[in-house]
């Protein structure tokens, strides 16, 4: 049974919404040439203590930091720290917030200073991907109609999904049932939509293979072959009247 929410318990997680929404906005400012990802993930954190909110990444499982910050070849769970951003890096900023025991969970890739065209090419590519699962995402759709729509745009632009992570549930926990594939076919992939549902959709997408291999440090994910990843995210509330983006300014 997954969970359904009510219009108010929906109006809370839109609240939290507001402030993942801010941080993004706080953290793009700060992903700049010659900033590290620590700095980056400061800017988050003033963000969260003067809206009054908590983070729901900061001590889960013992993660250290309030943003997950992956540069380039990083694909998620990229740990801040003294890391140096460059001109020309890609940075994937991953965050969430919890206000009245609600979540909200949302990503974004952002360019640092000028950036190539195939860098530019792989963020519109993934932000693509996740609004075209974003309008599929109706009453009596399914698990994986949201997949085919995300894989369908990267792999039309030459671009591969990573398989190992996939979307989620959110609620009262940041991670809930049911799990949400960004391919067709995945585990689930029949269930079918119904209003109420909320879930966090968040295309992960290489340049180049599919591949990933988890490093020594226990959270950061890299691709296999070294190109780059981005990452993009959003929380989305199922309603009567179509799909709801609740991690909006």
């Known amino acids: 049974m997954f969970s359904r929410k009510t219009p108010a318990q929906i109006a809370t997680m839109r609240r939290a919404g507001r402030v993942v929404a801010e941080m993004h906005e706080a953290c793009t400012r700060a992903a700049r040439p010659g900033a590290t990802t ?3 993930d400061a800017a988050a ?3 969260l203590d003067r809206r009054g909110a908590r983070s729901n990444f900061l001590g889960y499982h013992g993660f250290p930091a309030v943003i997950c910050a992956s540069p380039n070849e990083v694909v998620v769970h990229g740990i801040p720290g003294p890391r140096v951003l460059e001109e020309g890096d890609i940075l994937s900023i991953d965050c969430g917030a919890i206000v009245d025991g609600w979540h909200a969970d949302a990503a974004i890739t952002v360019p640092v200073g000028a950036i190539d065209e195939e860098s530019a090419r792989l963020i519109a590519v993934t932000q693509e991907s996740l609004d075209a699962a974003i309008r599929v995402m109706i009453v009596g759709a399914t698990l994986g109609d949201i997949g085919a729509a995300v894989s369908g745009v990267a792999e039309a ?3 591969s999904i990573v398989r190992e992570y996939t979307g989620h549930g959110i609620g009262t926990a940041m991670h809930e049932e049911p799990a949400v594939p ?3 076919n995945g585990a689930g992939h029949r269930t079918k939509l119904k209003g109420g549902l909320v879930l966090a959709i968040e295309p992960m997408v290489n340049l180049g293979r599919a591949g990933t291999r988890e490093l020594d440090d ?3 994910v890299v691709t296999l072959d070294g190109s780059r990843s981005a990452h993009v995210e959003h929380t989305i509330a199922i309603t009567d009247d179509g799909p709801e983006v609740l991690t909006l300014p």
């Open 218 to 220: 226990g959270w950061t």
């Open 182 to 184: 960004n391919y067709p």
């Open 38 to 40: 620590a700095e980056v």
């Open 45 to 47: 954190r003033e963000v």
């Open 157 to 159: 632009a030459g671009m």
